[in-house]
């Protein structure tokens, strides 16, 4: 019986830590990690949670299949297939800890930043309240519904006046939207290290949340890509693992029992998404990359104070 109840506390964790990880987008490896590692030893780490994040992430391809950025996608996939056959490779030769300090350094910091900048939907507020004052003044009114009328008598041009008028809101220039704007094609690069250092050390954590959140995709769009991101990475490594005969048969086991915790965790993390706003999901993302951070800094406290 003993030798069942190490899949029982991963599946039971497991599925606790795919719910945070929906909710929080990513991030399940911080809580499985440890247990890993007090149950089967740091060896067994990066296969283990590679096989489990594998599986998990590619049933919520699946449940989110619809809100997928394919164009996204499309950039990333080329940078991270290469990052996460040479990390993997690399992990079986070598086996770097103080990278991730600089991975919990990057977390902490950009989650500080997030929260110093307004999010999208603020902006988007701001914006409009300040239009929706100039309409504020009885007269302005007047002269807005006159224009309107006579736009419906078609009295007016076919470049129409109410068009040129100034009382009229005008959309929201790019420039007004904080932060600089990424395109998709930035993310290859990005993809291509996160991959590397994944498959080097076993997991980055949520690390390219910041990439996410700049490009504009939040909720069911961010756990969507991200996801189809991940299996894309997890299944190179595995195949890399496998080349290399890294992986074992308890290795496997246990990699299979987080992955299929996380199908009916995701069901109950989807439906939990659908209730929450876009800033609450950007609030719980930020707060858990500096969970993160801090998680993995504390992880490698020795080498981090040797290095001071």
């Keep these: 019986m003993s030798e069942f109840l190490p899949i029982v506390?991963?599946?039971?964790v497991s599925f606790f830590a795919w719910i945070v990880s929906t909710l929080a987008g990513g991030g399940s490896p911080f809580i499985l990690i440890p247990l890993v590692n007090l149950l089967m030893g740091a060896s067994a780490v990066p296969p283990v949670i590679t096989i489990g994040m594998f599986f998990g992430n590619a049933h919520r391809v699946l449940l989110f299949w619809r809100?997928?950025?394919?164009?996204?996608?499309?950039?990333?996939?080329?940078?991270?297939?290469?990052?996460?056959?040479?990390?993997?490779?690399?992990?079986?030769?070598?086996?770097?800890?103080?990278?991730?300090?600089?991975?919990?350094?990057?977390?902490?910091?950009?989650?500080?930043?997030f929260e110093l900048e307004k999010s999208p939907e603020k902006v988007v507020e701001d914006k409009n309240f300040k239009n929706i004052k100039l309409l504020n003044n009885s007269h302005e009114l007047e002269e807005l519904e006159e224009v309107i009328e006579l736009n419906q008598l078609g009295e007016l041009s076919e470049l129409s006046a109410l068009e040129q008028s100034e009382l009229i809101p005008e959309e929201i220039p790019q420039s007004s939207k904080s932060g600089f704007q990424?395109?998709?094609?930035?993310?290859?690069?990005?993809?291509?290290?996160?991959?590397?250092?994944?498959?080097?050390?076993?997991?980055?954590?949520?690390?390219?949340?910041?990439?996410?959140?700049?490009?504009?995709?939040?909720?069911?769009?961010?756990?969507?890509?991200?996801?189809?991101?991940?299996?894309?990475?997890?299944?190179?490594?595995?195949?890399?693992?496998?080349?290399?005969?890294?992986?074992?048969?308890?290795?496997?086991?246990?990699?299979?029992?987080?992955?299929?915790?996380?199908?009916?965790?995701?069901?109950?993390?989807?439906?939990?998404?659908?209730?929450?706003?876009?800033?609450?999901?950007?609030?719980?993302?930020?707060?858990f990359m500096a969970i993160g951070g801090a998680w993995m800094l504390w992880g490698q406290r020795d080498l981090f104070f040797n290095l001071l």
Excluded: C
């Design 9 to 12: 506390y991963l599946s039971v």
């Design 67 to 113: 809100d997928i950025d394919w164009v996204l996608t499309a950039w990333y996939a080329p940078g991270a297939i290469v990052g996460a056959i040479l990390g993997a490779y690399t992990f079986t030769q070598i086996h770097l800890d103080w990278l991730q300090i600089i991975i919990a350094i990057f977390l902490i910091i950009s989650a500080f930043l």
């Design 182 to 287: 990424l395109q998709a094609w930035h993310i290859m690069p990005a993809g291509f290290l996160k991959a590397y250092v994944s498959g080097l050390v076993g997991t980055t954590g949520p690390v390219l949340n910041p990439f996410y959140l700049r490009y504009g995709l939040v909720k069911e769009k961010m756990i969507a890509t991200k996801a189809t991101h991940m299996t894309i990475i997890h299944l190179f490594k595995l195949i890399t693992y496998g080349v290399f005969a890294a992986i074992s048969k308890e290795q496997l086991i246990a990699g299979l029992a987080i992955g299929l915790a996380a199908i009916p965790a995701n069901l109950v993390g989807k439906a939990l998404l659908k209730r929450m706003s876009q800033n609450q999901f950007r609030q719980i993302v930020l707060a």
